[in-house]
């Protein structure tokens, strides 16, 4: 019985026209090459596949790959088949120009992202055969919006232990990152005819564009060295703020403001979205517990994978109050965002231990890089004073008035990634003008910290 099309290699879309079949295969692949379609190195189907699958004759298939061969088009050896040649990609008439890339920079210290080269891979791997030799087969299956209930339950004992989080499974609802669950929330309070959102004073655009898109209008809030000061908060519904470290000015949210954060939720009926940024990064004593633990059923605890093992995974979680789970799984449309098996393979990560060996050593390996930024600072910079060290991925360097427009330029000639303080700065937020560069050291591999520190070290005022 001859076998059916599907069964054969790779598949090729191919409409031959023209006259004759073979000059019109012809004519097909050698456009297909030419307009860039059938990139270089492509291997093609051998032409017993590819006549099954055109319902032409073998011979025809293989005159037409000869043809092309021989006009070096292809490239044909024997055991290893045919594959389109090795060439320069004309485009087609009239198609714009590529824009070119920009180039990348030699050293990386923007903030955000951790060093992706210590991701722990062999243990991710081991956690992932481990996860996907017991899981159930209808783990494959769409699953539950709130996530699956193997890392629901490991979150919250994790959260519990670790972050001084009040939780059950129930409760969690797993996202694909930190923004999807704030677009989520955003969502939740504009159908609830909220307004408008307080915020801190610096902070991430893109969180404020996020509140912006969902109707939703940010105020921020006053700043000073005891961090966010929530005194103005009056008829504002809800406010979103980095309690455990944050971001960028680098600092812990004094006892006392967590306290009147609380207290407003409680008196008003608003809404505390809490960003535990860098909350597990930690230096100086243990890390500070999550605002949650005081008030449940006022605060949304937010946390992610993406800073302790890396933002690719794109695996977060909303531990949210039990009267607001079924708003947010009406905004997130009753399906399951994130796939399956990472979360399967995260749950078993958290469970086995790995994950709290693996943020030990992460933690130890930045605080080494944090010492170095800072006695290298001392040795050549004297005047720059680092701010925000306690704990997180990133620190504040202070620069003298006016200089920090200058730094950024010496920055980029030097090849060197780094943001300024002013870009993190709310637009209606009327705190003092502070020159200050903002550098994450988290973000260079081990091999090539010593250079971009080097780099940092020349574009800052002596």
Known sequence: MAKPWATFGVDLHLEPTGGGVRRGLTDALREAVRTGRLAPGTRLPSSRALAADLGIARNTVADAYADLVAEGWLTARQGSGTHVAERTVVPPSGAPPRPRAPGRPTHNLVPGTPDLASFPRAQWLKAARRALATAPYQALDYGDPRGRIEL??????????????????????????????????????????????????????????????????????????????????????????????????????????????????????????????????RYDRQPVGALQGLDPDHVVHAGTASKSLAPGLRLGWLVLSPGLMEEVLAAKGGIDSCGSLDQLTLAEFLVSGAYDRHVRAARLSYRRRRDALVAELARRAPKVHATGIAAGLHVVLRLPPGTEQSALRAAAWQGLAVHGLHRYQHPEATVERRDALVVGYGTPPDHAWSGALEALCAVLPE
């Open 152 to 281: 629901r339950t490991a979150l919250a004992g994790y959260l519990s232990r670790a972050r001084g989080v009040r939780a059950d499974p129930e409760h969690i609802l797993v996202c694909a990152g930190f923004s999807h669950g704030l677009r989520l929330l955003g969502a939740v309070l504009r159908a609830r005819g909220a307004r408008t959102v307080a915020v801190e004073s610096y902070g991430l655009d893109v969180h404020w564009n996020l509140l912006a898109a969902a109707g939703l209008r940010t105020v921020p809030l006053p700043f000073d060295e005891r961090g966010t000061d929530p005194r103005e908060l009056t008829d504002q519904d809800a406010v979103l703020l980095t309690p455990a470290h944050q971001f960028p000015m680098g600092g812990t949210l004094h006892r006392d403001r967590r306290a009147a954060l609380v207290e407003w939720a409680r008196r008003t009926g608003g809404l505390v979205v809490e960003d535990d940024y860098d909350g597990e990064f």
